[in-house]
């Protein structure tokens, strides 16, 4: 899906450019935006650990964690009445200067998206059908005979690592979630042995390989059933995608990438 909706790096990346847009638009209004987004760390594409964490080098440093958990989120102070009133466009004019039909906010999504007409609302209606199909492509495949028989393999290769678990290949990383076992993010010796065996048998049982060819059979049978539906989406997704990355080029002379 991915030429259909935002990966999460990308979706950091949305919330960066719709900042420098609201900070420019308050500007107009003698306001200023303290508001920052917090440290990106998450997956940076929609296929990173979405069947675990092949990457053995990944393990080796990280673990079970994802890098840049560590970051502590920026201080930043919520806007004041008189701002929240230009970012919502809950009133029509301050202090006789016309405010953007919706406020800033509205004013910054439609410069990301390129419609004129966009809303929250219609925005997120236009994401809902890759992100349905995501998750149903997900969740479908990983009941298949195919999926469950790899699954089986990593089990049985975690086992002769010394590791017990079912045939789950999120059941490793899942027994780390206790707070009282990870407090804060930093893997111990033992997270680091145990994620790095979870990588070595997710790429000898076959079952990221094997789980990502079923999903794509699967959003491609689907795709081809409105190929109009699935063009405009794309399209959209692609002028929101372009114009995020022309805005953050703009005003801060750089994009960074995955």
Same mark, same amino acid.
């Given at each position: 899906m991915e030429d259909y909706m935002p990966s999460p790096w990308q979706i950091h990346e949305e919330g960066q450019a719709r900042d420098v847009l609201i900070r420019a638009c308050l500007?107009?209004?003698?306001?200023?935006?303290?508001?920052?987004? +917090?440290?990106?760390? $998450?997956?940076?594409?929609?296929?990173?650990? /979405?069947? $675990? #964490?092949?990457?053995?080098?990944?393990?080796? /440093?990280?673990?079970?964690?994802?890098?840049?958990?560590?970051?502590? %989120?920026?201080?930043?102070? %919520?806007?004041? #009445?008189? #701002?929240?009133?230009?970012?919502? $466009?809950?009133?029509?004019?301050? /202090? $006789?200067?016309?405010?953007?039909?919706?406020?800033?906010?509205?004013?910054a999504l439609r410069r990301l998206d390129g419609r004129p007409d966009v809303t929250p609302a219609t925005y997120a209606h236009a994401l809902s059908a890759a992100n349905t199909m995501e998750m149903q492509s997900w969740e +479908?495949?990983?009941?298949?005979?195919?999926?469950?028989?790899?699954?089986?393999?990593?089990?049985?290769?975690?086992?002769? /690592?010394?590791h017990s678990f079912p045939a789950d290949i999120f059941s490793a990383g899942d027994s780390l979630n206790s707070p009282d076992i990870r407090p804060r993010p930093a893997p111990g010796s033992k #997270?680091?042995?145990?994620?790095?065996?979870?990588?070595?048998?997710?790429?000898d049982s076959g079952v990221v390989k094997t789980w990502y060819a079923l999903e794509v059979r699967y959003q491609e049978k689907a795709i081809s059933g409105d190929r109009q539906k699935w063009a405009q989406i794309r399209e959209q997704f692609r002028t929101h995608t372009a114009n995020t990355r022309e805005v953050l080029r703009t005003h801060s002379g750089r994009t960074d990438s995955p």
């Open positions: 500007k107009r209004f003698g306001m200023t935006y303290s508001q920052e987004q +917090t440290p990106f760390a $998450g997956p940076r594409t929609l296929l990173e650990r /979405r069947y $675990g #964490e092949p990457n053995v080098a990944m393990a080796q /440093r990280y673990g079970y964690w994802m890098p840049g958990s560590d970051k502590q %989120p920026p201080d930043s102070n %919520p806007p004041n #009445e008189a #701002e929240t009133r230009v970012l919502t $466009g809950s009133v029509a004019t301050y /202090r $006789g200067k016309a405010i953007p039909h919706g406020g800033c906010a509205s004013e +479908t495949t990983r009941k298949a005979a195919l999926v469950r028989q790899a699954e089986k393999r990593w089990s049985a290769c975690m086992k002769a /690592r010394g #997270e680091i042995a145990l994620a790095v065996a979870d990588a070595q048998c997710l790429n």
